[in-house]
């Protein structure tokens, strides 16, 4: 799996569905997958890593609000909030993040 920076990735699985992707940093990249038919939470996996070198880190939990989809991820490296949509429309504070830092999700095309 590459990212290539149109943005978008490169070597996904057709099996396999894109649920998040952005960036950490200026050189850190994040990926978060599931399969695309008969899944769970406990199907997602995150790789992370520089642009042409993402390495799977373990994801511990996954929880997904009713609100539209708001999701957080419990992984080895930290807490994912993942805010929806209409989450963000209604709050523009709500930002993405790891931790306490903010990071970048690119809009899946």
């Known amino acids: 799996m590459k990212i290539i920076m149109k943005p978008g990735i ?44 993402l390495k799977e880190i373990k994801v511990n939990n996954v929880e997904r609000y009713r609100d539209g989809g708001t999701t957080v991820m419990h992984t080895a490296v930290g807490r994912f909030y993942f805010p929806c949509h209409m989450a963000i429309l209604n709050n523009k504070d709500l930002k993405p993040m790891l931790d306490e830092k ?6 899946k095309k």
């Open 10 to 53: 490169e070597g996904i699985d057709p099996s396999q569905e894109l649920e998040y992707f952005g960036k950490l940093d200026d050189l850190t990249f994040f990926v978060v997958i599931r399969p695309k038919d008969d899944w769970n939470y406990s199907d997602f996996k995150l790789k992370i890593g520089k642009q042409d070198d």
């Open 102 to 107: 903010e990071i970048v999700v690119f809009e």
